[in-house]
């Protein structure tokens, strides 16, 4: 993917160049958020990762009037600023993700490499597949190798998210953020409940195991060994 950084802090963004640049990306950095911005409207980008707080023009001007110019290169805002007004601010901007600081950068790559897959897939698939564990998103119905899994509401979105990152670690910031929309106290032992909920009823009547645990990260749906 090709991807612009626009970060005041060089040493920030010197560390973001050097490890995207070392995961295989072609990537490009701005300074401030003129620059950025040009840059932006001027080049084909798979990826913005954006900085709040910057020089010139700050970062949710930089992606509104991105926005309101028919620019849709999906946008990643960096942050201090955490609470979850501030994130709305960021995403009614036009961001499509919000990342505060400081962030692990394997978060980071994943958030970043996602969002680069939904430009190239459009719109959401309706089915997903993993290992004979099916869902579609059209019939809210889940299978394992033929044989039909009930889920309730909560556990069928976690399975689908896991589903659309099949293959990677999801975090447990990233399921707070994605799943439960941060309606509860973050430090509540409720992801554990439905992962051990929903490993109970797509993994325990089957041989191989799906749903994995990485320890110190988060969780992954693959085909193979945890």
């Known amino acids: 993917m090709r991807i612009l950084i626009i970060e005041d802090d060089r040493e920030a963004a010197a ?5 995207l640049k070392e ?13 950025g911005f040009e840059l932006a409207l001027d080049t084909d980008y798979d990826v913005l ?10 970062g949710l001007s930089v992606v509104s009037e991105l926005r309101e110019r028919d620019n849709n ?18 995403l009614r901007a036009g961001g499509d993700d919000y990342l505060p600081k ?13 969002l680069g897959r939904r430009t190239k897939q459009g719109a959401l698939e309706t089915s997903y597949s993993v290992g004979g564990l099916t869902l579609d998103r059209l019939s809210h119905t889940v299978r394992r190798e033929g044989q039909e899994i009930p889920l ?13 990152h099949a293959g990677q670690v999801v975090t447990r910031t990233m399921l ?6 941060y309606h509860f106290d973050p430090q509540t032992n409720v992801i554990d409940v439905h992962i051990s909920r929903l ?10 195991p799906l749903l994995h645990t990485i320890r110190g990260a988060g969780y992954s749906i693959r085909d193979g060994a945890g």
């Open 73 to 90: 290169t999906p946008v990643l805002i960096l942050s201090a600023l955490s609470q979850v007004d501030d994130r709305v601010k960021g």
């Open 152 to 164: 309730q509401p909560r556990e069928f979105k976690l399975l689908e998210y896991l589903m659309q």
């Open 102 to 114: 400081p962030y692990a950068f394997s978060e980071l790559l994943a958030r970043v490499e996602a």
């Open 199 to 208: 490993r109970s009823k797509i993994d325990k009547e089957f041989e191989k």
């Open 15 to 19: 560390y973001l160049v050097k490890a």
């Open 176 to 181: 707070l953020e994605n799943v439960w929309e």
């Open 49 to 58: 990762v954006v900085d709040r707080m910057l020089p010139k023009r700050d």
């Open 23 to 35: 995961a295989g990306h072609v990537v490009d950095h701005a300074a401030d958020g003129e620059e």
